[in-house]
């Protein structure tokens, strides 16, 4: 019999509660690959989904189906023809394969080495694996399609959660102005990553306190919620001309032709990692890593990180 490992996992589509723990068989690094003893894992909105079976028609699953797409850990083992890692190296990844099978939310999970970077030093081990999938998006979104620049807006719907929390930060690097909309409760949070102004979404109509706040308007608009706020922010204009809006969430919206715009969904990316690695390592990108979760405890964790109300990252350490 193969070596086994703990993993949490479902053996069909369907309640969160279906998310169950036990032994399945440990992975083997082959050719090109790496294997990861997983220390932490990115809890995100999107291993729900999964679980759920939402994204079944977009991403072939097969059963028993470990969720989890972010992981942070160390090398235990490299395949054949892997030259950039060795045995002890600790690394991270954005995971998400063509196949949905083998997730993070486990001990061991094995990947090509174009998916990992090295891990930052300068945080924690916890917090690193709460960064790819979130860090990436923000980086994708506000980056390459949305090239902020030094001394341009942002403003960021959505801005205290897991992307917001890397996007504030993203933006502060390079030197532009931050606009953060989440609830009162998480203004202070906003602030201590770098927002410039923050704004309550609730009982307010948030393009008329973003007009109020910046009259002369925004550069980019970063979509990362739910709810109201996105067409009241477009519905008052506060969109400068030239201006861009990206959004994680909708992929189309009711905006006029004439503003450019990008559904971005994140795509693995070991040098944007490599970038993110420097960032924190120079001190510009921290991760408030605000619950952590057991394997037994996945499923807790999915109804926590499905509420869309969470501060900062969940992480599971197997
Ligand atoms: N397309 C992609 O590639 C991609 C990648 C990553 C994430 N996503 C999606 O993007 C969304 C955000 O992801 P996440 O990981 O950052 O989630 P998260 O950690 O749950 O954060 C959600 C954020 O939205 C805020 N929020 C909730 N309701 C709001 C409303 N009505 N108006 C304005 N803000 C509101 C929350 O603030 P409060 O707690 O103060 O309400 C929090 O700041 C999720 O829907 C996720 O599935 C998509």
């Known amino acids: 019999m193969s070596e086994q490992m703990n993993a949490a996992f479902i053996e069909e589509y369907g309640e969160l509660t279906n998310v169950t723990t036990g032994e399945l068989p440990k992975p083997e690094a082959g050719e090109g690959e790496v294997l990861v003893r997983v220390k932490s894992a990115g809890v995100n909105p999107v291993d729900a989904a999964v679980v759920r079976g939402m994204l079944k028609d977009a991403i072939p699953g097969e ?19 892997v030259s950039r890692f060795s045995t002890g190296d600790e690394v991270y990844a954005y995971a998400r394969r ?7 939310y486990a001990e061991y999970i094995s990947l090509p080495e174009s998916y990992l970077a090295e891990r930052p030093t300068n945080i924690s081990m916890e917090a690193s694996g709460g960064i790819p999938l979130v860090g990436l998006t923000a980086y994708q979104s506000i980056f390459d399609f949305g090239e902020l620049k030094e ?34 409760s998480n203004h202070e949070y906003m602030k201590e990553l770098g927002a410039d102004i923050t704004i309550d979404y609730n009982d307010n109509h948030v393009g008329e306190a973003v007009k109020e706040a910046r009259p002369d308007g925004v550069d980019l608009i970063f979509h990362c919620s739910r709810g109201d706020s996105f067409s009241q922010v477009m519905e008052t204009g506060v969109l ?4 861009k809006v990206a959004s994680i969430t909708n992929s189309n919206p009711e905006i006029s032709d004439d503003i450019e715009f990008k559904y971005v969904f994140v795509e693995p990316n070991a040098e944007q990692l490599e970038h993110i690695t420097v960032l924190a390592d120079s001190g510009k990108i921290s991760v408030p890593v605000t619950d952590t979760f057991s394997l037994e405890e996945a499923s807790e964790a999915l109804q926590k990180i499905e509420s869309l109300h969470t501060r900062g990252k969940l992480v599971i350490t197997p």
């Open 240 to 243: 400068k001309e030239g201006g």
């Open 63 to 81: 059963f028993p189906l470990v969720p989890g797409w972010d992981v942070a850990g160390v090398v235990e083992e490299i395949g054949h023809s």
């Open 151 to 184: 001394g341009q807006t942002l403003l960021i719907l959505g801005a205290s959660g897991g992307v917001g929390t890397l996007a504030i930060q993203l933006a502060k690097s390079v030197g532009a102005q931050v606009i953060g909309v989440a609830s009162e």
């Open 98 to 104: 063509p196949k949905i099978q083998h997730g993070t």
